[in-house]
């Protein structure tokens, strides 16, 4: 054999043997933990697969993208957080929009007080008050020592005190890239430290209502405001927590009178909640549940090796649109589809009277259905 031949021969060996080095021993920004996928159904009833998302109309809204949460305001008016840290203002058919102010971070979540002021969770700043002035003030950002590093949802009870979730203590949205970005890692990494919060005005106090959750995200109030109704992304599911509940540990098998799981094996990633009309609540699957990332759930090192890949082969699913409403039974009320995936990311619904306001977190718009097709 020619001299050549054996050299190029031994560069490619060489070039292999670096390759399946980097693939083994690149560090990554994760510690993976083993945990159990529940088994997958499919999109059978409740959730037969359909197409009643893929007729939406959408509302422009200039240059921004991801219109990730949409609520109406005690003016009677639409405001919907965006990417660019901007809270747009506008009329409910979309018209006289406004950028009603910035909070240069990334608000997630948003709910307004008796008193009219936005109580909003932002990602990169935690828990802020934006006043009908625009004034705005950050009302916790910690926990004791510990830093909020991902608000994202909230409510305000009658009470006056503010819920909220943290979705990961292991991957800040700012730090990490943003929150989708975040939102991976801490979904693949699986050890989870989501958590939800209480922040007492009265006090100014924060404390910990329950942990243990992987990616802690949506958030409602039960009806007689004496339970969280929370998403859990990673796990697929819905759980009932008790506002009395104190840094309960969601891993430990809590006394059910604190908390229980309301809905489980959900066919996508859960995300948004928000209350409807006529006891409904509903749900936004942000991403359709990927076979490739339940069979990773046993293998640690596998999704280690996943993320040395370059980030076009990372196991993130499709886009795919799919809301969804329940009552405080667990019992499905409504499933919308649209497979197409055409309005990316569906992370929840605002229902008024009229309409149904579709969330996303990477559209151009905000999508919207006559609330008629909220009957099956």
């Known amino acids: 054999m020619k001299k050549w031949i054996i050299r190029i021969i031994l560069i490619l060996l060489a070039l292999l043997a670096a390759v399946v080095a980097y693939l083994l021993l690149a560090p990554v920004p994760i510690n993976p933990v083993a945990w159990q996928a529940t088994p997958f159904t499919g999109y059978s009833p409740p959730h037969a697969r359909n197409e009643k998302l893929a007729a939406l109309k959408t509302i422009a809204i200039g240059n921004e993208t991801g219109p990730e949460h949409i ?26 929009r406004e950028v009603w102010v910035n909070t240069d971070g990334r608000v997630l979540g948003f709910m307004f007080d008796a008193a009219g002021n936005m109580i909003a969770a932002d990602a990169f700043r935690g828990l802020l008050s934006i006043a009908p002035d625009r004034q705005i003030v950050v009302l916790t950002d910690k926990v004791g020592d510990s830093p909020i590093l991902y608000a994202d949802a909230v409510v305000v009870a009658k009470s006056g005190k503010m819920y909220f979730t943290d979705a990961s203590q292991r991957f800040g949205a700012r730090e990490s890239g943003g929150t989708f970005h975040a939102s991976v890692l801490d979904i693949l990494e699986h050890s989870s430290t989501g958590r939800v919060l209480e922040y007492d005005p009265a006090s100014k106090q924060t404390r910990v209502v329950a942990e243990g959750m992987c990616f802690a995200n949506g958030l409602a109030l039960s ?18 927590i ?31 909640l928000m ?17 490739a990332i339940d069979s990773m759930a046993e293998k640690p090192w596998l999704r280690s090796l996943t993320l040395r890949l370059p980030r076009a082969l990372w ?13 405080e039974g667990g019992k499905i009320l409504a ?30 718009g905000i999508g919207w259905l006559p609330n008629h097709l909220v009957k099956q």
């Open 71 to 96: 609520a109406m305001g005690p003016d009677g008016r639409l405001y919907a957080a965006v990417t660019s840290g901007a809270i747009l203002r506008m009329l409910p058919d979309g018209s006289q």
């Open 223 to 240: 009806e007689d405001e004496q339970q969280l109704i929370v998403a859990e992304t990673g796990e697929y599911r819905i759980w009932k």
């Open 242 to 272: 008790s506002i009395h509940a104190s840094q309960l540990n969601l891993k430990h098998k809590p006394d059910k009178k604190l908390a229980s799981i309301l809905l489980r094996d959900l066919p996508g990633y859960p995300d948004n």
């Open 275 to 291: 209350r409807g009309r006529d006891g409904r609540i509903w749900l936004g699957l942000v991403k359709p549940r990927g076979a």
């Open 315 to 327: 196991p993130v699913p499709p886009a795919y649109g799919h809301v969804l409403a329940f009552n």
């Open 335 to 364: 499933d919308l589809q649209d497979p197409s995936g055409q309005y990316p990311e569906t992370t929840g619904v605002t229902e008024t009277a009229d309409r149904l306001y579709i969330q996303s977190l990477h559209a151009h």
